[in-house]
């Protein structure tokens, strides 16, 4: 396929308002400003992330005006989009600022935001802390109450009688106006941001009497709708350190492997639906691949290589890394090896994923399974093994 066909059909869900408009207008050789917007309520972005900034990635290496949209006013709202109950907590717009710094520098290793055709960065609360209350009055007007609830998951709540917050209904407005305010020709988003994006349409159509195309990417999700790259106490972020990018691939279940060739690589699609084929008779080979080639993306090949060593090294043929790190302890006390125990020595993020691991079986200490919290005196050379790929040597005076 040529490179705008692939620019309209690979990792892509639906076009509004449809594909063969969309392709007539590259066709004629115009370059459109487009755009995608992200929320900085965290402070990482994980691979479910990457469908999207590899598709604006190929929208800027054609040549086109590519923004990289910061949601410091629509993120203090509160994107209700997946969302089944209200949020308990509603950022500030210094947080957001905070947390976008980070959210550059990770999308950076997808797009450029330097050199040729650089990607464009903006905050829309640039103007949409600036909206008086005509202006507000004025967007709104273009709806009615019965468009904004006929979304799907507002009708979901209120089935359930669980409440809807006004800050959230008012938020594909917002998000709308983003569109307005930049004079896009489209917008780039996750399918489950359709109904935002394709009230921003509306409101272009309306006050600026232009076409706004919609892009929506597929969401990396499992066979049971589950969203892959954010899980409880396993995120799959792209700073992850390349053994643990690598590893957390291989755990990826069976039926996401095909899909994230197609949506998280550049193997050619000729290639992938040969893979689709053949994946059963060797899905531990074409997941290591596709490990392979999302680590090399985010990093380099060397690290590639190298955490393809490590995997296979230390969980394939389970044998000890020979450059285990040591962690020197103050205390040579008996302690507890428990939840904040693993906390402490950065073997887990949080008390609930040390919770969760201990009980599916996944710590060790000295190759013996633990179920629980449990008292141990700590013995210098103390190997602890959380995973398959965290583990640490203690170091004691004993």
């Known amino acids: 396929m040529d490179r705008i066909e692939e620019l309209l059909t690979r990792g892509v869900d639906t076009i509004y308002s449809t594909k063969a408009e969309l392709e007539k207008v590259l066709r004629s050789g115009k370059k ?11 402070t990482q972005l994980h691979i479910g992330h990457m469908v999207g900034l590899r598709k604006l990635r190929q ?36 947080e957001l600022r905070a947390n976008a710094v980070d959210y550059v520098k990770q999308a950076g290793k997808i797009v450029r935001f330097e050199g040729e055709n650089p990607v464009e960065i903006r905050f829309n609360g640039d103007w949409l802390n600036k909206l008086t209350l005509v202006d507000i009055l004025d967007i709104a007007g273009h709806f009615t109450l019965q468009q904004l609830t006929e979304r799907d998951l507002f009708q979901e709540r209120m089935k359930r009688n669980e409440p809807v917050n006004l800050r959230e209904f008012l ?17 780039l988003g996750g399918s489950d941001q359709t109904f935002n994006m394709l009230v921003g349409r509306d409101l272009v159509r ?48 069976d039926d996401v492997i095909v899909r994230g060739f197609e949506y998280l690589t ?19 080979e074409y997941k290591k691949q596709l490990a392979f080639e999302i680590v090399k993306q985010l990093n380099t090949d060397e690290d590639a290589k190298k955490a393809q060593e490590y995997f296979e090294k230390t969980v394939q043929k389970k044998e000890l890394p020979s450059d285990i790190k040591e962690i020197q302890l103050s205390s040579d006390d008996e302690e507890i090896i428990d939840e904040d125990f693993l906390v402490d020595l950065g073997l887990v993020s949080s008390k609930s994923e040390a919770k969760r691991l201990m009980q599916q079986g996944g710590v060790e200490v ?23 790929r965290r583990i640490v040597k203690l170091k004691t005076a004993r």
Do not use: C
């Not at 459109?32 to 965290?42: I, S």
């Not at 009497?209 to 954010?230: A, N």
């Open 32 to 42: 459109l400003k487009l755009y995608q917007g992200f929320d900085p309520t965290g």
């Open 59 to 94: 929208w800027q290496d054609a040549g086109h005006h590519v923004i990289f949209l910061i949601g410091d006013g629509t993120g203090q709202a509160g994107d209700p989009s997946g969302k089944t109950t209200a949020r308990d907590k509603f950022f500030t717009r210094e």
């Open 171 to 187: 938020y594909p407005l917002l998000q709308g106006y983003d569109s307005v305010a930049m004079k896009v020709d489209l917008e």
């Open 206 to 253: 309306a006050i600026l009497q232009k076409e706004k195309f919609v892009m929506t990417t597929p969401l990396l999700t499992d066979s049971q709708g589950r969203k892959i790259g954010k899980t409880e106490g396993n995120v799959i972020a792209l700073t992850d350190a390349p053994e643990d990018l690598y590893g957390k691939i291989m755990s990826l279940p």
């Open 266 to 284: 550049d193997v050619p699609m000729e290639a992938v639906k040969k893979i689709e084929k053949d994946f059963t008779n060797s899905p531990v």
């Open 366 to 388: 000295d190759g013996k399974r633990l179920t629980g919290e449990q008292n141990l005196p700590l013995k210098n050379g103390m190997i602890i093994k959380v995973g398959k």
